[in-house]
């Protein structure tokens, strides 16, 4: 194929995001002759670009630090400017709204520039219905969003939906017919990772219980739930159980309720992260140390249609997860034998549906992990949207 540069950029996603470099840059770079670069928030190792795996194909670039709320998202824009002008990429991803009105001016300024937008979210119903600004500003806000990604839509070569619940959702789709793609974010195993076949051990009933909560640490995500629930499972068993919650915490309020419970109750509980982003590899690990995996999210419009990414990752690595009764998860769990449903509002209940569970032996993933949580399957529909397979 002939040599081609694809630009991946976003802004609050760190530039080893697992969506952006894990899937979609490890991807491309499947192919000898593809440069990539991917532009997004800088880790604490600094603002530097730099160059890792691929033979040296792979360039990253740290276009913003900081707070959400700062000043550094304005300057932002202008690195990711500078950026498109030094690269010059043949083809840029966008996986952040923030960055379509220059990417296209970009495209506007010059011949055969395309670009495809990553639909991570519904943002505007999140900007909506998740209260972060005031109703007043997140009509704006979520209006002027829209009109954004409407305009987007016609000019894009293509648009990548995360979710297929967007289909339904997304009004701007229909002026991108033939040009649509579901890319479900489903696990990529890390180069030379080795899945397991089989459901990993439960251990005895006087035997420490390793309890997980990865990702998005915040109410929605029901990260309280979470921390009452191993609270009343370590209470009830007679080895006790121990909750890692690992991830990234941009609410302050509970950043400190997190940090000050796991301070208090350092016996069944631990926090990794919480005050900046987490490696993937760190929460990998994390997964692979856990014996129960656990999705707590609120109902809520934004999450309740949505396979959250960590669905994907318990699954593909055969780790049992407890899961509220939304129908979307609950099919997922029991088409594999995947795990438990449990009502989190009830930590005293779901508690005993678990030890209850335990006791009664069941045998999670029957079949072994399903190769369906895997990217393998998505990462051929991106190669189709670029018109290369």
Aim: glycine fraction near 10%; charged fraction near 15%; hydrophobic fraction near 45%.
């Amino acid at each position: 194929m002939p040599p081609l540069t694809v630009l991946l950029a976003s802004v609050l996603k760190p530039i080893d995001e697992p969506r952006m470099t894990g899937k979609f840059a490890a991807t491309l770079l499947e192919r000898p002759g593809v440069q990539v670069h991917v532009a997004g928030q800088g880790t604490q190792g600094g603002w530097g670009p730099g160059t890792g795996a691929a033979g040296g194909r792979l360039h990253t670039h740290a276009i913003f630090q900081g707070s959400r709320l700062g000043l550094g998202r304005l300057g932002a824009q202008w690195r990711y400017w500078r950026l498109l002008r030094r690269v010059r990429p043949d083809v840029v991803i966008v996986h952040a709204p923030e960055l379509l009105p220059l990417t296209l001016l970009w495209q506007a300024l010059g011949p055969r520039r395309r670009f495809i937008y990553d639909i991570q979210e519904n943002f505007a119903l999140n900007i909506r219905t998740q209260r972060v600004y005031g109703p007043w500003v997140g009509r704006v806000l979520a209006g002027a969003l829209r009109r954004v990604e409407t305009l987007a839509a016609g000019r894009a070569a293509g648009l990548v939906l995360a979710e297929a619940s967007y289909a339904d959702e997304l009004p701007f789709l229909n002026r991108a017919p033939g040009r649509v793609a579901v890319l479900e974010n489903k696990y990529q195993p890390a180069p030379g990772e080795a899945l397991p076949r089989a459901a990993r051990p439960l251990p005895g009933p006087q035997a420490q219980l390793r309890l997980l909560f990865s990702g998005t640490l915040s109410e929605l995500s029901g990260v309280r739930e979470a921390v009452a629930l191993a609270g009343a499972l370590h209470a009830a068993r007679p080895g006790g159980a121990h909750l890692t919650v690992i991830g990234f915490c941009q609410q302050p309020a509970l950043l400190q309720w997190l940090t000050e419970t796991a301070a208090a109750h350092r016996e069944w509980l631990a926090l990794e992260g919480g005050a900046w982003p987490v490696p993937h590899v760190a929460v990998v690990a994390a997964i692979k140390r856990a014996h129960l995996g656990l999705l707590a999210y609120r109902p809520h419009p934004s999450s309740e249609r949505c396979q959250p990414t960590k669905l994907f990752e318990y699954l593909a690595h055969g780790l049992p997860l407890l899961v509220p009764p939304n129908p979307l998860w609950v099919a997922a769990v029991r088409a594999h034998g995947a795990g438990l449903v449990v009502d989190f509002t009830d930590p005293a209940g779901a508690a005993a549906t678990v030890l209850g569970a335990l006791a009664a032996g069941p045998a999670f993933y029957p079949q072994g992990p399903p190769a369906s949580a895997l990217w393998a399957s998505e990462a051929k529909k991106l190669w189709s949207l670029l018109n290369l397979s």
